[in-house]
């Protein structure tokens, strides 16, 4: 119960790794916001009927005045807010050549411009109080992939502005760290067990050195332990859960 007593918001954690990321920090004892685009009723009920307390938050996090209620509400509802760990993303993939403007200003607006939101307005409390946790969800394809010029950029975006984040609060008691994951099996990636044969899944798992696909909970330990005091001495660091996909 590294946790207890803390109080954390995770976006886009109604389902796959956002929710293995809530339902760790729970178990550590922290209260959990929930916030995503759509419903987070099941992730709700996965805790606390394990004993763990969460509350679900309707929010898009490319809109300001959204994310501004959205820290007001955790802070009202629970009294303080010390975790903010911004997991909420998108993908349009395409290559670079062939990507419209929409789907390139769509990833941006959602996994960058969402991020800065979450993390200036959850900082601003955090300065205050001069305690807090960011944990910001990059990935390895902040080092650039086929088809993701635009997510590759957004999440290239997210390292810099963790590590902007994390000079610029260090003295306040407030640590900002990334986490990279590598393959991690959701419900979304297991879909790839299904195209062509499983060819698709065998792919993927044959880029990762320990042999398998992680598990959001892989994922959720990481964040637990940056989110606890035992991480106190750790900022602007990228952390990569991966198996040795991420090189």
Known sequence: MRLKGKVAI???ASRGLGKGIAKKLAEEGASVVIADMIPADEAVKEITEEGGTAVAYKVNISDQDEVKGMVNFAIEKFGTLDIMV????????????????????????????????????????????????????????????????????????????????????????????????????????????????????????SRVPMGYAGKPSDVGNMVAFLASDEASYITSEVINVGGGMIV
Not at 108 to 137: D, P, S
Not at 168 to 180: D, F, L, V, Y
């Open 10 to 12: 995770v976006t886009g």
């Open 86 to 205: 911004n997991n909420a993303g998108i993908n349009r993939d395409g290559m670079l050549h062939k990507m419209s403007k929409e789907n390139w200003d769509l990833v941006i607006a959602v996994n960058l411009t969402g991020t800065f939101y979450c993390t200036q307005e959850a900082i601003k409390y955090m300065r205050q109080k001069e305690y807090g946790r960011i944990i910001n969800i990059s990935s390895g394809s902040w080092l650039g992939n086929i088809g993701q010029a635009n997510y590759a950029a957004s999440k290239a975006g997210v390292v810099g502005l963790t590590k902007t984040a994390a000079r610029e609060n260090a003295k306040k008691g407030i640590t900002c760290n990334a986490i990279c994951p590598g393959f991690i099996e959701t419900d979304m990636t297991s879909k790839l067990k299904e195209v062509n044969g499983g060819a698709a899944w065998d792919s993927m798992i």
